[in-house]
């Protein structure tokens, strides 16, 4: 059933203290899974249906439940609801809210479906829907995937309706006239002889009304907020650094902590003697973590690091590959029959097209590497654990797991933690770990009253990091004039799901679908067709980077096909119109060539290059412009057109494009962990290296609304990025970028 369906008949039963402790209004009770989290903390006589929205004495209240880690989420779900309840989302409160179950997010794992999402057929809608199962089951209260949006979109605006719907009703039970002489506007119901009462004066009679079974959500055409620019709520408290980071928590007569755990990622530690840092300056304690490594307890963070350093470990060894090397034969050893893990798409007959051509074919191989998330706020968290209580105060993905974690490591029961989520100085996949919280944890029960900051040193941090997971393509093309006639594409990389999954005691059956994506699920009609994907052995950790496997897997196919178009002497976008019936994904790839005037006259040493990557069901393409300089590649500027269905707030959107094309411009040129000894390499930015001002181009955006439902686009904008500057710079060098990074081949200024 709809999120939109019939709303059944509800009664609040709220006593006088309504106005005072608060109520609350939600979506509708529709086969509600789990009970409302914020329940127990309300008054006697109170009702809650739903945890989204809170009307009390002090004004209203939203739940947005998604981490904020500079995306604009809390702005953008707060806005979905404060649209609907005719409310300024600049004048409410706005809370993350407790982990709950209730929480769960449906459309996170509508990516693995074994259709493209081109593909709008009752069948595959039918599998995209029946995802929410599992994740109703699970109370996957995560964010990522680009979900968040998708997720809210209907049942947070349904949450706004809904309770504007009982205000509206109180209000005419109030002053005894029609409801439809009513109107609300700025968070007051208005009556037609000019009468305003605020909604905090309603809300304790509201509570009590029988609600119609057709609330309905507004219109496009009416909406007031959203589909234009929304100030960012959380801009002003950033700027003035008055925002609270979990690094930033202060607790009394708090204590604080680092961490050492072997260097040979999962193994364990044999022992330690710290007797060189246990009386150094500001050292309260040095701590066991369990077998894996030490943890320096401190009266600021910085005696913790230097303590730390002086602490002597004997580190057991891992299995996995000792060397970068090691990691890519791995790869290559994969390509085998028993190693296949899925074949999405077997178009044709690929093996009679490429026998036929013979020497014809044109075989390619491409590389990308392990790469570290790099969030400028390293891994930390606070916890004190007194009286039977544990609380934590976390930047977390995923705020339930966080709690389901932090009960098994402290031993303290699920109903008396409590999880505070703080914003994230960055996310990009790697705080839907749990390390940082279990260790946070596990310090805490050893100081059990003291309230304990744990901090991980950046060192610790890029070289105790879930990577991206490195990869190896290989293609083999046949043109056929100015076309494709046949493609065959396999590719062998880790599981990031049965990595990731499984540190959380998961096990996922069947296929990754992150090992294929962006390649068998893109908008390209080619005869004869075929993508396999090929699992390489659990390792080295890896888990999901920005936009997952579309980050290396874009970059190998929009190289590929662009090296085809070459070899056809064709033009690289009229080629890939012709491979395209999808008109969304047409109008995006048209949009971005008129942006850059694609075809122009190009200056001497100067290049041009396209890509066109699909992945959470957008459409993105990107043309990058560069020069080649006597010192190396500027990149001058960036164009992008994506199109999400519909665009919320198209300044957020814009950040978001921007945010996206520098990630993966700086993963492309010069990000690259490797191993070495079974060991990372890389330990800081001097090592590790990320794009500068300096280096930053100009990027230009255009947002479309052509696309069949709304998208989100957190994640989108990266995967372009790489393939459309490999593509540049052979245009303006003659040089083939087919390894990344693209430093090694090549000087960027």
């Excluded at 072997?262 to 040095?286: E, Q, R, S, Y």
Aim: include cysteine; charged fraction near 20%; charge should be negative.
């Amino acid at each position: 059933m709809s999120i939109l369906g019939k709303i059944t008949r509800r009664t609040f039963v709220i006593g006088s203290a309504a106005i005072t402790s608060g109520v609350l209004f939600g979506v509708y009770k529709y086969k509600q899974p789990y009970p409302n989290p914020l329940e127990k903390n309300l008054a006697q006589g109170e009702t809650a249906l739903t945890p989204y929205v809170l009307i009390n004495a002090n004004g209203v209240t939203i739940i947005a439940p998604r981490a904020e880690m500079g995306q604009g989420v809390k702005t953008t779900l707060a806005a979905l609801v404060a649209e609907e309840l005719d409310i300024d989302v600049q004048n409410v409160r706005i809370e993350h809210g407790v982990p709950s179950n209730a929480y769960y997010n449906a459309a996170v794992l509508e990516e693995g479906v074994p259709f493209p999402p081109q593909d709008t057929s009752s069948t595959a809608q039918m599998a995209r829907d029946f995802m929410h199962v599992p994740a109703k089951f699970f109370g996957v209260q995560v964010t990522g995937g680009s979900s968040s949006t998708v997720d809210a979109f209907e049942k947070m605006r349904m949450a706004g309706a809904t309770a504007r719907e009982a205000l509206l009703l109180a209000a005419s039970a109030k002053l005894n006239v029609a409801k439809n002489t009513l109107s609300t506007d700025n968070g007051e119901v208005i009556s037609k002889d000019g009468q305003r009462i605020a909604y905090t004066e309603l809300a304790s009679l509201a509570a009590s009304v029988e609600l119609p079974d057709d609330v309905k959500l507004k219109p496009k055409s009416e909406w007031k907020q959203l589909g234009r620019p929304i100030p960012r709520v959380d801009m002003v408290e950033k700027c003035t650094g008055t925002a609270t980071f979990g690094i930033d928590v202060l607790q009394k007569d708090m204590l604080y902590a680092t961490i050492k755990v072997n260097p040979h990622l999962g193994a364990k530690c044999h022992a330690f003697d710290a007797n060189n840092a246990a009386n150094m300056k500001g050292v309260k304690a040095i701590l066991p973590l369990a077998d894996v490594g030490a943890a320096v307890v401190a009266t600021n963070t910085w005696y913790a690091f230097k303590a730390a350093e002086k602490i002597d470990f004997d580190w057991a060894r891992t299995e996995y590959a000792q060397s970068t090397d090691e990691l890519f034969e791995s790869a290559i050893a994969a390509f085998n029959e028993e190693q296949q893990d899925s074949q999405n798409r077997d178009d044709g007959d690929v093996d009679a097209v490429i026998g036929a051509a013979g020497d014809a074919t044109i075989h390619r191989e491409y590389r990308a590497p392990l790469l570290a998330h790099a969030t400028m706020e390293p891994m930390n968290a606070t916890a004190i654990m007194k009286d039977g209580q544990l609380d934590v105060w976390v930047g977390t993905q995923m705020p339930t797991y966080a709690l389901s974690e932090a009960a098994r490591v402290s031993g303290i029961e699920a109903q008396n933690i409590r999880i505070h989520t703080t914003y994230l100085g960055g996310g990009f996949g790697r705080r839907l770990e749990m390390d940082f919280i279990v260790y946070a944890v596990m310090v805490a029960k050893q100081l059990e009253g003291t309230p304990v900051k744990v901090t991980w040193s950046r060192e610790e941090d890029m070289t105790h990091d879930s990577y991206r997971p490195f990869a190896v393509a290989r293609f083999k093309g046949v043109t056929q004039g100015k076309n494709i006639s046949a493609l065959d594409v396999k590719v062998s990389s880790p599981s990031v799901m049965e990595s990731q999954m499984g540190r959380l005691g998961v096990s996922l059956p069947g296929p990754d679908s992150t090992i294929v994506q962006a390649l068998w699920d893109q908008a390209y009609t080619i005869e004869n067709y075929r993508v396999t994907g090929y699992r390489v052995p659990m390792g080295i950790p890896v888990s999901s980077w920005r936009s997952v496997g579309a980050s290396q897997n874009g970059f190998f196919n929009e190289s590929m096909i662009d090296e085809l178009a070459i070899e056809a002497s064709a033009d690289p976008i009229e080629m890939r119109l012709g491979l395209i019936t999808h008109q969304p994904t047409r109008n995006v790839l048209e949009a971005v060539a008129n942006m850059a005037n694609w075809g122009r006259d190009v200056a001497e040493n100067h290049g041009l290059g396209v890509a066109l990557v699909t992945s959470f069901g957008v459409p993105v393409a990107e043309i990058v412009e560069v020069v080649n300089t006597p010192r190396g590649i500027k990149i001058l500027n960036v164009y992008v057109a994506a199109d999400l269905g519909i665009a919320i707030d198209s300044r957020n959107i814009d950040a978001q494009l921007i945010s996206a094309v520098n990630f993966g411009l700086a993963g492309a040129m010069m990000g690259e962990i490797t191993l070495l000894d079974g060991k990372v390499q890389q330990t800081n930015f001097h090592n590790y290296d990320a794009i500068r001002m300096h280096q930053a181009p100009v990027i230009h955006t255009k947002i479309l609304e052509n696309g069949e439902r709304i998208r989100g686009i957190g994640e989108p904008g990266t995967p372009p990025a790489a393939p459309a500057l490999a593509n540049a710079i052979f245009a303006a060098t003659g040089l083939r970028m087919r390894e990344m990074p693209f430093n090694k081949h090549i000087q960027f200024v």
